[in-house]
Protein backbone atom coordinates (compact mmCIF):
# COMPACT_ATOMS: atom_id res chain seq x y z
CA UNK A 1 0.00 0.00 0.00
CA UNK A 2 1.35 3.35 -1.06
CA UNK A 3 1.77 6.16 1.65
CA UNK A 4 -1.84 8.28 2.49
CA UNK A 5 -2.12 11.61 1.14
CA UNK A 6 -4.23 14.30 3.05
CA UNK A 7 -5.54 17.42 3.94
CA UNK A 8 -7.91 19.01 5.73
CA UNK A 9 -10.22 22.17 5.64
CA UNK A 10 -12.62 23.63 7.72
CA UNK A 11 -16.43 24.59 6.28
CA UNK A 12 -18.55 27.09 7.79
CA UNK A 13 -21.65 24.78 7.36
CA UNK A 14 -23.23 22.81 10.39
CA UNK A 15 -21.92 18.78 10.54
CA UNK A 16 -25.10 17.60 9.44
CA UNK A 17 -24.91 19.71 6.20
CA UNK A 18 -21.53 18.59 5.29
CA UNK A 19 -22.29 14.85 6.19
CA UNK A 20 -25.65 15.18 3.97
CA UNK A 21 -23.50 16.58 1.00
CA UNK A 22 -20.91 13.83 1.00
CA UNK A 23 -23.47 11.06 1.27
CA UNK A 24 -25.38 12.23 -1.90
CA UNK A 25 -23.00 10.71 -4.07
CA UNK A 26 -24.52 11.16 -7.63
CA UNK A 27 -24.69 14.91 -7.26
CA UNK A 28 -20.74 15.09 -6.89
CA UNK A 29 -20.58 15.92 -10.79
CA UNK A 30 -22.64 19.66 -9.85
CA UNK A 31 -19.97 20.79 -7.30
CA UNK A 32 -16.87 18.36 -8.29
CA UNK A 33 -14.84 19.37 -11.89
CA UNK A 34 -12.96 16.43 -11.03
CA UNK A 35 -16.08 14.03 -10.67
CA UNK A 36 -17.62 13.54 -14.44
CA UNK A 37 -20.09 11.49 -14.00
CA UNK A 38 -21.79 8.92 -11.21
CA UNK A 39 -23.57 5.84 -11.24
CA UNK A 40 -24.95 4.45 -8.30
CA UNK A 41 -24.73 0.83 -8.86
CA UNK A 42 -26.10 -0.31 -5.04
CA UNK A 43 -27.05 1.13 -2.25
CA UNK A 44 -27.83 0.01 1.55
CA UNK A 45 -31.13 -0.16 3.63
CA UNK A 46 -30.64 3.13 4.40
CA UNK A 47 -30.52 4.62 0.50
CA UNK A 48 -26.91 4.95 0.36
CA UNK A 49 -24.30 3.90 -2.48
CA UNK A 50 -22.08 1.11 -1.52
CA UNK A 51 -20.93 0.61 -4.97
CA UNK A 52 -20.87 3.40 -7.57
CA UNK A 53 -19.20 3.83 -11.26
CA UNK A 54 -17.09 6.89 -11.65
CA UNK A 55 -16.01 8.92 -14.32
CA UNK A 56 -12.89 11.18 -13.01
CA UNK A 57 -10.75 13.68 -14.65
CA UNK A 58 -8.46 15.40 -12.42
CA UNK A 59 -5.79 16.53 -14.78
CA UNK A 60 -3.28 13.74 -14.73
CA UNK A 61 -5.56 11.02 -13.20
CA UNK A 62 -8.11 10.13 -15.38
CA UNK A 63 -10.04 6.75 -15.31
CA UNK A 64 -13.60 5.25 -14.92
CA UNK A 65 -13.45 3.23 -11.50
CA UNK A 66 -15.95 1.20 -9.85
CA UNK A 67 -15.96 2.31 -6.04
CA UNK A 68 -16.79 0.77 -2.79
CA UNK A 69 -18.30 2.45 0.16
CA UNK A 70 -18.40 1.58 3.83
CA UNK A 71 -20.55 4.03 6.17
CA UNK A 72 -20.40 1.54 8.93
CA UNK A 73 -18.44 4.98 10.79
CA UNK A 74 -21.06 7.21 9.46
CA UNK A 75 -21.57 9.97 9.39
CA UNK A 76 -18.39 10.87 10.92
CA UNK A 77 -15.93 9.05 8.33
CA UNK A 78 -17.41 8.04 4.52
CA UNK A 79 -14.61 5.35 3.23
CA UNK A 80 -14.02 3.86 -0.31
CA UNK A 81 -12.32 1.48 -1.99
CA UNK A 82 -11.00 0.46 -5.63
CA UNK A 83 -13.99 -2.34 -6.68
CA UNK A 84 -12.18 -1.85 -10.85
CA UNK A 85 -10.74 0.46 -13.06
CA UNK A 86 -9.41 1.29 -16.34
CA UNK A 87 -5.57 2.17 -15.39
CA UNK A 88 -6.00 2.50 -11.27
CA UNK A 89 -4.83 -0.54 -9.20
CA UNK A 90 -5.51 0.70 -6.05
CA UNK A 91 -7.89 3.56 -4.82
CA UNK A 92 -8.57 3.85 -1.21
CA UNK A 93 -9.95 7.27 0.63
CA UNK A 94 -12.22 8.57 3.49
CA UNK A 95 -13.73 12.06 4.12
CA UNK A 96 -13.44 12.18 8.08
CA UNK A 97 -15.67 14.80 9.51
CA UNK A 98 -15.41 16.86 12.83
CA UNK A 99 -18.00 19.00 14.32
CA UNK A 100 -16.30 22.00 15.91
CA UNK A 101 -19.55 22.84 18.02
CA UNK A 102 -19.92 26.25 16.27
CA UNK A 103 -21.63 25.71 13.01
CA UNK A 104 -18.59 24.52 11.43
CA UNK A 105 -16.85 21.42 10.43
CA UNK A 106 -13.69 19.74 9.83
CA UNK A 107 -13.40 17.63 7.02
CA UNK A 108 -10.38 15.64 6.16
CA UNK A 109 -10.14 14.17 2.78
CA UNK A 110 -7.79 11.23 2.63
CA UNK A 111 -6.67 9.21 -0.61
CA UNK A 112 -4.08 6.83 -1.72
CA UNK A 113 -4.18 5.93 -5.13
CA UNK A 114 -1.63 3.27 -7.44
CA UNK A 115 -2.15 2.86 -11.41
CA UNK A 116 -1.15 0.60 -13.60
CA UNK A 117 1.87 1.92 -14.76
CA UNK A 118 5.11 3.29 -13.26
CA UNK A 119 4.77 6.78 -11.87
CA UNK A 120 7.45 8.11 -9.62
CA UNK A 121 6.38 8.44 -5.93
CA UNK A 122 6.63 12.21 -6.10
CA UNK A 123 4.56 12.95 -9.24
CA UNK A 124 1.65 10.24 -7.29
CA UNK A 125 2.27 12.27 -4.28
CA UNK A 126 1.86 15.38 -6.11
CA UNK A 127 -1.26 14.58 -7.86
CA UNK A 128 -2.93 12.97 -5.13
CA UNK A 129 -2.43 15.99 -2.78
CA UNK A 130 -4.10 18.73 -5.93
CA UNK A 131 -7.05 15.95 -6.14
CA UNK A 132 -7.39 16.57 -2.06
CA UNK A 133 -7.40 20.15 -2.30
CA UNK A 134 -9.71 20.74 -5.60
CA UNK A 135 -11.99 18.47 -3.97
CA UNK A 136 -11.70 20.01 -0.55
CA UNK A 137 -12.00 23.32 -1.73
CA UNK A 138 -14.71 22.88 -4.15
CA UNK A 139 -16.84 21.01 -1.18
CA UNK A 140 -16.48 24.54 0.90
CA UNK A 141 -17.80 26.41 -1.70
CA UNK A 142 -20.59 24.63 -2.46
CA UNK A 143 -21.62 24.35 1.32
CA UNK A 144 -20.45 28.16 2.27
CA UNK A 145 -22.35 29.20 -1.32
Known amino acids: MSDISENSITIEAPFTEVAAVLTELASYPTWSTAIKSVEV ?13 ISIDAGVMKDRVI ?45 TVALSMPVPAMMRQKAERATIDLALTQLKAKLEG
Open 67 to 111: LDYDWSKSPNEITFELDDADLLTEMTGAYKLVDNGDDTTTVTYEL
Open 41 to 53: QEKDSAGRAIKAK
